[in-house]
């Protein structure tokens, strides 16, 4: 048996389960993923199998933060909506009525319309497939109004690392998403419901909401949810496929489906571990999942027995927040360099470039444009691009940088006369190494510059402390078809 570290119980062990020892259980609850996100793609010879298993519930998370405040922003998710429908068409089609199907932050952001541009494709399938379904839809975009009274009443707290917050911080927030736990999906499933279409909501709870209901432990409810909610990412190797969970009293078995696939404990168990501060902590707003003593055996050639993860509820419930402010325009330049002199001095080279565009802006922008106004975004690829100071390895220094010039300013107009301005510095600025004119930065497009319209950025890295009888998700019931 392998320890982690931290003086840490949680194991992995590489032997089968002894499975005359496991309590004498009558129920169990079952369930699949159907894939990592709603709009990725289910693959659906590994869903029909997975179905054949005749499962209490299919679930799959459809968002993320880590797409980026983007798409909160302007009210649209990352994923095309013939993508979208192909997921939704298969979930509507394919799981028995009876048997509910919850899909949590919807398109992407999970903002009111994310909400609105998932439920109007769920409409359309149903009508053209002649179905009959009845839909919770729960919403968690906030009301700015709302976060300020909790704010004046010091029920807006901040995270490690937040962002300067005050009243007028969540006035100029384009939109505010609050993170729903599993309280919300349980109200609804009480409905008798056979979907629910959830706003922004932790990718764990959608799978543990049930089995809570039903008299699974809390932690292993929550731990379940946690390993499967990322599709077969689980698995050994990532391929196509969908993923079936049963969960006992006192265990749970996690199966992937689909050709090829295969879950070990330590792809079990590394999927327990990441996306968190304490890889053995997660904070959910009603309480803490603690995989500390965790123990993940193989249970056969492709399953994984997990145990003794638990749940630590929480003094007070809280909610995480989201939120995003619009930050201006941008346009971009992109090219390459491959001059191994300017390589040499990247460094001191790209700094004048970015004095000379400022200079530049000062002099024939600078009735329009305060220099506070606007700013310079680079990355060097090939330089350190994506590590940045974390970059570990500098022995070989590149033959070649791909360059990305970013130029942000309050309107559209601006940035991109920022951008024109920035072309003659990137293109020709001189080192001491050139004789006469040389051309070291090669445009990737014609014209030089592409606009990148508005952007967002996160205003919000806090929680808020509701009241209790505060109305943070607004629930309705909708009879379609």
């Avoid at 969540?170 to 599993?182: A, L, P």
Wanted: proline fraction near 6%.
């Amino acid at each position: 048996m392998r320890k982690f570290s931290r003086q840490s119980r949680l194991s992995v062990v590489s032997c089968p389960h002894n499975e005359a020892a496991e309590l004498a259980l009558t129920e169990s609850v079952k369930f699949v993923c159907s894939s990592g996100a709603v709009g990725s793609g289910i693959h659906l010879p590994a869903f029909r199998a997975a179905m054949e298993r005749q499962p209490d519930f299919v679930a799959s998370d459809a968002g993320t933060i880590d797409a980026g405040p983007y798409h909160l922003g302007v009210g649209k998710g990352a994923y095309a909506t013939e993508a979208l429908r192909h997921d939704l068409e298969i979930l509507l089609t394919e799981v028995p009525k009876g048997t509910p199907v919850l899909v949590g932050s919807a398109d992407t952001a999970g903002g009111d319309p994310h909400v609105d541009r998932t439920l109007d494709i769920i409409k359309d399938i149903v009508s053209q497939h002649g179905l009959k379904r009845r839909i919770a839809v729960i919403r968690s975009e906030l009301d700015p109004a709302m976060l300020q009274n909790a704010y004046d009443d010091g029920r807006v707290v901040a995270l490690d690392h937040a962002p300067a917050l005050d009243r007028d911080g969540i006035g100029r927030s384009t939109r505010i998403v609050g993170m729903m736990g599993v309280e919300p999906l349980q109200e609804a499933l009480q409905e008798d419901v056979d979907f629910i279409l959830a706003g922004r909501c932790s990718d764990s709870a959608l799978f543990a909401a049930l089995p809570i209901m039903r008299g699974i432990p809390e932690g292993l409810a929550w731990h379940a949810g946690k390993i499967v909610e990322c599709g077969t990412l689980t698995c050994e190797t990532y391929g196509k496929g969908a993923m079936f969970g049963e969960l006992f009293a006192d265990h749970g078995i996690i199966t992937p489906v689909g050709e090829g696939l295969r879950c070990t404990p330590q792809s079990v168990a590394s999927h327990s571990l990441y996306e968190n501060g304490d890889p053995y902590l997660h904070r959910e707003s009603s309480g803490t999942l603690d995989i500390t003593d965790a123990q993940f055996e193989q249970h056969d050639p492709v399953s994984v027995r997990i145990s003794g993860a638990r749940y630590i509820p929480a003094d007070r419930p809280s909610i995480k927040l989201e939120g995003v402010e619009f930050a201006g325009y941008q346009s971009m330049l992109m090219g390459g360099i491959r001059d191994p002199f300017i390589i040499r001095q990247f460094d001191k080279w790209l700094a004048e470039v970015k004095d000379d565009v400022r200079q530049r802006a000062a002099r024939l922008l600078g009735d329009v444009l305060s220099p506070k106004d606007w700013r310079i975004d680079t990355h060097a690829y090939g330089h350190n691009a994506v590590m940045g100071a974390r970059e570990p390895s500098h022995a070989h220094p590149p033959h070649e940088i791909g360059l990305a010039f970013c130029l942000s300013a309050p309107t559209q107009e601006l940035a991109n006369k920022l951008a024109e301005l920035s072309r003659q510095p990137l293109l020709h600025h001189p080192i001491p190494e050139w004789s006469g004119s040389i051309t070291g930065f090669a445009c990737l497009f014609n014209q030089a510059h592409v606009e990148r319209g508005p952007y967002w950025r996160f205003s919000m890295h806090h929680v808020l402390l509701p009241t209790p009888d505060e109305t943070v998700f607004r629930r309705e019931i909708l009879t379609l078809g």
